[in-house]
């Protein structure tokens, strides 16, 4: 059973970077079958996809948040991982990591997400 | 990007009843490329419905899809208690992917 899950720093201050990492366990990252993404949901709001990535390294942005966010992957750990700079408190929100079924060639819809991480941003 | 606008904000209903949940696009959503998911208070968004109608692996059949173009439906024809939560639209025609706003079902 494919379960994927989200780690890192629960607190982060004004200004610094959100460093967080998925691993997934059960199946392949490589799979030629799938993006990896990170969405988000601020405490009471609704959902706001980030950015996803394709194991051989090919991603695509949010524009919203695209100069602010990095997004990567390890295929020998079998994890990929978000990396969102300059926080301010509206990043605030639960981030979710998730599987990303492959459409030509592009993203579609999410089918395995994970249970998602609190993280807040506060001096 | 393609705005999503799910109405209404809140269905309040009884087990048993049935329950239409809408969903309009900004923009055509090309060949139905429209998901649904349901949110649970503490847990991840589940999929329920990807192409507009199909069923994900192990959805009841008391869920389904219909629409294309700007305008998508969620059905569920009998409310089970467990079905209680919120649900979003998606758009997955282009990037940025885009969900709808919500749509709370709560127990009337």
């Known amino acids: 059973q494919l379960q994927l899950q989200e780690s890192g720093p629960g607190l982060v201050k004004p200004s610094e970077t959100l460093s967080l990492t998925c691993t997934v366990s059960?199946?392949?990252?490589?799979?030629?079958?799938?993006?990896w993404g990170w969405i988000r949901q601020p405490p009471g709001k609704g959902l706001e996809w980030i950015a996803s990535?394709?194991?051989?390294?090919?991603?695509f942005y949010n524009p919203s948040l695209q100069s602010r966010v990095t997004i990567s992957v390890d295929t020998s750990k079998n994890q990929f991982s978000l990396k969102l700079s300059s926080v301010i408190a509206a990043d605030t929100a639960v981030y979710y990591c998730?599987?990303?079924?492959?459409?030509?060639?592009?993203?579609?819809?999410?089918?395995?997400w994970g249970q998602g991480t609190l993280v807040t941003v506060s001096s | 990007e393609i705005v999503l606008t799910q109405s209404p904000g809140t269905l309040s209903l009884s087990p048993g009843e049935r329950a239409t949940l809408s969903c309009r696009a900004s923009?055509?959503?090309?060949?139905?490329?429209l998901a649904w998911y349901q949110q649970k208070p503490g847990q991840a968004p589940r999929l329920l419905i990807y192409?507009?109608?199909s069923r994900a692996t192990g959805i009841p059949d008391r869920f389904s899809g219909s629409g294309s173009g700007t305008d998508f439906t969620l059905t569920i024809s009998r409310l089970e208690p467990e079905d209680f939560a919120v649900y979003y639209c998606?758009?997955?025609?282009?990037?940025?992917?885009?969900f709808g706003q919500g749509t709370k079902v709560e127990i009337k």
């Open positions: 990535i394709y194991y051989s390294g090919s991603t």
């Open positions: 923009q055509s959503v090309s060949s139905s490329y």
């Open positions: 192409g507009a109608s």
């Open positions: 998606q758009q997955y025609t282009s990037s940025p992917w885009t």
């Open positions: 059960g199946g392949s990252i490589s799979s030629s079958n799938y993006y």
């Open positions: 998730a599987r990303q079924q492959r459409f030509y060639g592009s993203g579609s819809y999410l089918n395995y």
